[in-house]
């Protein structure tokens, strides 16, 4: 019988990235509700008030699972 492989992670894994961290997107797209889309490493981010094309420094603001939300740094 093969045998079953159980992968467990810990909640202490390390994060790549936090909440309040400032991080350079360029937006790829517009979702539903009219946020910018961009890419992060392995995340999509989430950003309010922002055309496709723009190149943004963001902070993060929320992050769950691999969806990033993100405020346009001043």
Same mark, same amino acid.
């Given at each position: 019988? @093969?045998?079953?492989? !159980?992968? !467990?992670?810990?909640?202490?894994?390390?994060k790549?990235? +936090?909440?309040?961290?400032?991080?350079?997107?360029?937006?790829?797209?517009? &979702?539903?509700? &009219? +946020? &910018?889309? @961009?890419? =992060?490493?392995?995340? *999509?981010?989430?950003?309010?008030?922002?055309?496709?094309? +723009?190149? *943004?420094?963001?902070?993060i603001?929320?992050?769950? +699972?691999?969806? *990033? =939300? @993100?405020?346009?740094?001043?």
């Amino acid at each position: 019988p @093969a045998k079953k492989v !159980i992968h !467990i992670h810990s909640m202490e894994e390390k994060k790549d990235i +936090d909440i309040s961290q400032k991080i350079k997107v360029s937006i790829k797209s517009i &979702g539903s509700k &009219g +946020d &910018g889309i @961009a890419k =992060f490493k392995n995340y *999509v981010v989430i950003i309010p008030d922002v055309k496709v094309g +723009d190149e *943004v420094e963001v902070i993060i603001t929320n992050i769950k +699972d691999n969806l *990033v =939300f @993100a405020k346009k740094s001043d």
